[in-house]
């Protein structure tokens, strides 16, 4: 009998047993888990657990949880995660390289943005604001 005509056959008994060979990442990816290539990511990106937490409407402990805890991305956010930080999410995955980020074009404004984070909470969110206004009434710049 052979094994075609039997409900049941065991690896063994067939010849042809072919497996999906594994996708090979590159050696620096391999080491690097989704929680701190996600951390290294968001920190590029400028945003802290809080802002990237508020940008994908989620909570900041779970950010941090992703980030310190959990070994496996959570799938249903993976794609607001990735425009959040401006990645596709291959890249988010580790399975394609980052390219660097250009760096601003504007020096000047980056050390008044730096020097604004040293400010108290409270000055920076009347900054912030005053931002937001400056925004909504000449509409975002390209």
Known sequence: MSFQN???TFA???KEVRFMPKKKTSQANAK???GERLARLRQAAGYTQRSLSAAIGMSQRMIAY???Q???P???LLSAIADALGVTTDQLLGREPVSPRKAPRNEDLLRKLR???KLPPRARRAVIETIDA???KYGKAS
Request: hydrophobic share 30%; charged share 35%.
């Open 12 to 14: 063994s008994e067939r």
């Open 70 to 72: 959990a070994e496996h």
């Open 74 to 76: 959570p799938t249903h």
């Open 32 to 34: 690097e888990k989704f």
């Open 66 to 68: 992703y980030e310190i």
């Open 115 to 117: 020097q604004l984070e």
């Open 6 to 8: 039997r409900p049941y």
């Open 134 to 136: 400056l925004i909504a």
